[in-house]
């Protein structure tokens, strides 16, 4: 992250609530090379109502390890979550090791034995004893139906150190989690920071630099915007793929928030226009399949050097049949000329990475597919295939349209897996740029 | 992770040193929903001479939140690596925090100085003032070089508690920071605990479900492996793609070790035999390049439901145009006649997803790009398009060879994503076992 995107992180602290959150992961396999997706899927929905995450801290299944973290986070912070560890086998120790620090004890709970014993039945199966112990909640806890498997979750809230504290104990499996924080933590905690309006809004940017989309944005995100006790700030998060910018706002007069929120929004869209790709859970291939279908375009790939990601970039959203007919992955010269009609002649004179081959890529698997648009990909993704004229990371990216053909240069940097990732993004950006 | 699986973590827990280790991530965008894979990395890597990790921490660019977690870690760890805000912007506070914490010194160092202005030199800038920063390191801190960027990493020892304790700082970068680790913490930490030896191998497994690895190999890892002092271990670690089996030896003879790993593989060989398509770091992609470069076999295929993940994958690995000459992707009906000549009474007869229309599609991108091997998938990734007959799930993926063409039924689960993921692998194994 460069300086100037981590300078705009100083404003967003600034407008939280001055609450300290943390977020406990129990699982060894997290320590032994797993990666962990849960800690920013819960990050990401508590920022989506302006809560910020202080600390995630990893265990593995060790009762004294989960103990130990809890204990020290519940001294420490106003919410704590916990994720994993509440299934039926031995070694799912996080419901014990929390009501053993809150000194709780573990009540039976018909209800929740009842619905285990429904999840069983409905499979055709009869309950294993283990799973019992699923059914012990810990004494005052508020239970959160799994409605995909049997660990249901629980919501406390405890008097410690003089402080009201919230307790979340969360099921590992996105799937089982991922419902209960959006269906019953979210609503819960927006509803019980009501006096304190949270309001959030991220725009999706491709197609530009970090550097440049901040000289673009600068004046917008460096000037105060606090009116009555109400705050807006920006937050600037870039990875490889793209730019997200994000806006929250928080205060305590709704309408007020909304207009600031609506205002900065105008004054970025102007600034950025059509760099702006989409907001908030609208992803690329989205945006496009929604033009596409919208306006009836037809679209093939033919794909050198990305090898088939922006195919399965595009067959990613559900329906994308409806303007996606044919995808191609070209990788050699022989399969550019039998399949794609690129002129050997072009080849020879201009090599495989060239506009010039780009374009008869792009026009040919227009013409072969029969499509509105054909999208072409060819460059130097590497370790090898570098020269001085044409190093790696060398690309090229053409788009075949009944009033012509276009192709645009990229210079990428990265290892092979980075390089065919950008150049996947910059195509998808450029189709969407120009349908 | 099923019960099983997480059986077969007690063993491992119990060969490690009796160390404590924990991980300090630092940096806000990792509290705000970035994925972080540094930690997964260092996990991996020490697992695999030995050590394993207790805790990671993750805290935001706040030099509060970064003293208080590393207090607190140092209390009760024998090791502690932090990963990040080594940057030399005023943001980036792990430096500060720790000196604090250990009461030492921030000492100008001229050697360190002269390396960050020749980075900026070679690319024909002038440093900035604000890099003089990175020259600082922690009173006697062992400097280790970054040959990427600008952040030097530092490797200490102190005395804390009564006992000596490892402390290192590492850049976030990963590009920065894996080649530290494995050129430098791996090397030292192996011959720290020279007189213990440590030593791992990981068998990687695919086309058997979790449980079917487990009954089979179920004698081998639950049998007790323990040779004056030396004892060997077994993890299983189980995701969408794969199925890891790790084998840990450690004790204080080399070759009796090398010898109970080397007997326990071949234990694990003989019951698994092919399912086992690779170690260590090889992936399922170079493993079929291999096959397919050395029988000199050439490849092409169809994709319907995966949409261009195979292709995807297969050019992951650099040099793969030598044996993959082209991929198609063949979502509608209309492409999969008119390009890979799926004859059209099949289509009517048996529908897109059977294993007749799979069986045409090899069999057709096999002629057309004229290759020995022609692959195909169709089926319904979903989360539309599911019948009562033809469930969401349901795939066909077919080879087709010289001497005939051979189809196979999956029944995946999962999103649309997961059943993509989990028809290219089944495909591709399936390529590998037929070879």
């Given at each position: 992250?460069?300086?100037?995107?981590?300078?705009l992180?100083?404003?967003?602290?600034?407008?939280?609530?001055?609450?300290f959150?943390?977020?406990?992961c129990t699982?060894?396999?997290?320590?032994?090379?797993?990666?962990?997706t849960d800690?920013a899927?819960?990050?990401?929905?508590?920022n989506?109502?302006?809560?910020?995450?202080?600390?995630?801290?990893?265990?593995?299944d060790?009762i004294?390890?989960?103990k130990?973290?809890?204990?020290?986070?519940?001294?420490?912070?106003?919410?704590?979550?916990t994720?994993?560890g509440?299934?039926?086998?031995?070694?799912?120790?996080t419901?014990?090791?929390?009501?053993d620090?809150?000194?709780?004890r573990l009540?039976?709970?018909?209800?929740?034995?009842?619905?285990?014993?429904?999840?069983?039945?409905?499979r055709?199966?009869?309950?294993p004893?283990?799973n019992d112990?699923?059914?012990?909640?810990?004494?005052?806890?508020?239970?959160?139906?799994?409605?995909?498997?049997?660990?249901?979750?629980?919501?406390?809230?405890?008097?410690?150190?003089?402080?009201r504290?919230?307790?979340?104990?969360?099921p590992?499996?996105?799937?089982?989690?991922n419902?209960?924080?959006?269906?019953?933590?979210?609503?819960?905690?927006?509803?019980?920071?009501?006096?304190r309006?949270?309001?959030a809004?991220?725009?999706?940017?491709?197609?530009?630099?970090?550097?440049?989309v901040?000289?673009?944005?600068?004046e917008?995100?460096?000037?105060e915007?606090?009116m009555e006790?109400?705050?807006?700030s920006?937050t600037?998060l870039?990875s490889?793929k793209?730019?997200?910018?994000?806006?929250?706002?928080?205060?305590?007069?709704e309408?007020?928030?909304?207009?600031?929120?609506?205002?900065?929004?105008?004054?970025?869209?102007?600034?950025?226009?059509?760099?702006?790709?989409?907001?908030?859970?609208e992803?690329?291939?989205?945006?496009?399949?929604?033009?596409?279908?919208?306006?009836?375009i037809?679209?093939?790939?033919a794909?050198?050097?990305t090898?088939g990601?922006?195919?399965?970039?595009?067959?990613?959203?559900?329906?994308?049949?409806l303007y996606?007919?044919?995808g191609?992955?070209?990788?050699?010269?022989?399969?550019?000329?039998?399949?794609?009609?690129?002129?050997?002649n072009?080849?020879?004179?201009?090599?495989a990475?060239?506009?010039?081959?780009?374009?008869?890529?792009a026009?040919g698997?227009?013409?072969?597919?029969e499509?509105d648009?054909?999208?072409?990909?060819?460059?130097i993704?590497?370790?090898?295939?570098?020269?001085?004229?044409?190093?790696?990371?060398?690309?090229?990216?053409?788009?075949?349209?009944?009033?012509?053909t276009?192709?645009?240069q990229?210079?990428?940097?990265?290892n092979?897996a980075d390089?065919?990732?950008?150049?996947?993004?910059?195509?998808?950006?450029?189709l969407?740029?120009?349908v």
């Open positions: 992250m460069s300086s100037k995107n981590r300078l992180f100083k404003y967003i602290s600034a407008i939280y609530l001055n609450m959150i943390t977020i406990i699982g060894t396999e997290l320590l032994t090379g797993s990666i962990n800690d899927f819960i990050c990401e929905k508590l989506s109502i302006g809560l910020s995450v202080n600390r995630v801290i990893t265990v593995g060790s004294s390890d989960i130990n973290a809890f204990r020290e986070a519940l001294n420490v912070s106003d919410m704590v979550f994720v994993g509440l299934g039926p086998t031995f070694d799912d120790l419901r014990d090791a929390v009501a620090v809150l000194q709780a009540v039976f709970n018909r209800e929740v034995m009842h619905k285990i014993a429904a999840y069983f039945a409905q055709g199966l009869s309950m004893e283990v112990r699923q059914a012990y909640i810990i004494e005052g806890a508020v239970v959160m139906d799994n409605k995909i498997g049997t660990a249901p979750g629980m919501f406390l809230e405890r008097e410690a150190g003089g402080h504290k919230i307790i979340v104990l969360l590992g499996p996105p799937r089982e989690m419902p209960m924080v959006e269906n019953f933590i979210l609503p819960l905690l927006r509803k019980r920071f009501e006096n309006i949270m309001k809004v991220t725009l999706h940017i491709c197609g530009l630099t970090e550097s440049a901040f000289e673009k944005i600068r917008v995100v460096e000037s915007r606090k006790g109400n705050l807006l920006f600037i870039a490889i793209k730019i997200d910018l994000r806006l929250t706002g928080s205060g305590d007069d309408l007020l928030l909304d207009n600031m929120i609506h205002k900065a929004k105008s004054e970025l869209y102007e600034r950025l226009k059509e760099d702006i790709y989409g907001e908030d859970s992803t690329l291939e989205e945006i496009i399949a929604k033009i596409m279908c919208k306006k009836k037809t679209l093939s790939v794909e050198s050097c090898g990601i922006i195919s399965s970039m595009i067959t990613d959203v559900p329906g994308s049949s996606f007919r044919q191609f992955v070209a990788y050699s010269n022989e399969a550019k000329i039998k399949t794609l009609k690129v002129s050997e072009t080849l020879k004179k201009y090599g990475v060239s506009p010039e081959t780009a374009g008869e890529m026009a698997v227009r013409n072969l597919c499509t648009i054909g999208l072409a990909t060819t460059g993704a590497g370790p090898a295939g570098g020269t001085e004229k044409k190093p790696v990371g060398l690309v090229f990216v053409a788009i075949s349209k009944e009033n012509g276009v192709a645009k990229f210079n990428f940097g990265g092979r390089i065919k990732t950008k150049v996947a993004w910059a195509a998808l950006d450029m969407r740029r120009n």
